[in-house]
């Protein structure tokens, strides 16, 4: 069955970067696009950041356009967000997902990972 599986996920200061990972496994990962959410505490769950499925296409919310990549690596089945110029705002649960074609809405993506934690702390 189709997996993603998020890590990376930590504690960092204010300004700092952190990298997360999301290996996929279980779909045809190079036909999929991959995107990035995230949801803080009593918070819905946000669009972070979208790539398409050969990488040439991606999308950011504004909210961290400047400041977070993403990017993919098809040959490894993993898809990578970078996260620079953390703020305390970033802090959320942050999830992979797995579609069809690049979206910002949840209900775009047909595969989920659990989430890994990013606190943002000064």
């Known amino acids: 069955q189709v997996q993603l599986v998020e890590s990376g996920g930590g504690l960092v200061q204010v300004g700092g970067s952190l990298r997360l990972s999301c290996a996929a496994s279980?779909?045809?990962?190079?036909?999929?696009?991959m995107g990035w959410f995230r949801q803080a505490p009593g918070k819905e769950r946000e669009f972070v950041t979208a790539v398409s499925w050969s990488g040439g296409s991606t999308y950011y919310a504004d909210s961290v356009k400047g400041r977070f990549i993403i990017s993919r690596d098809n040959a490894e089945n993993t898809v990578y967000l970078q996260m620079n110029s953390l703020k305390p705002e970033d802090t959320a649960v942050y999830y992979c997902?797995?579609?069809?074609?690049?979206?910002?809405?949840?209900?775009?993506?047909?595969?989920w990972g659990q989430g890994t934690q990013v606190t943002v702390s000064s």
């Open positions: 997902a797995a579609g069809w074609g690049a979206s910002k809405k949840r209900y775009d993506y047909d595969y």
């Open positions: 279980g779909l045809a990962f190079s036909s999929a696009a």
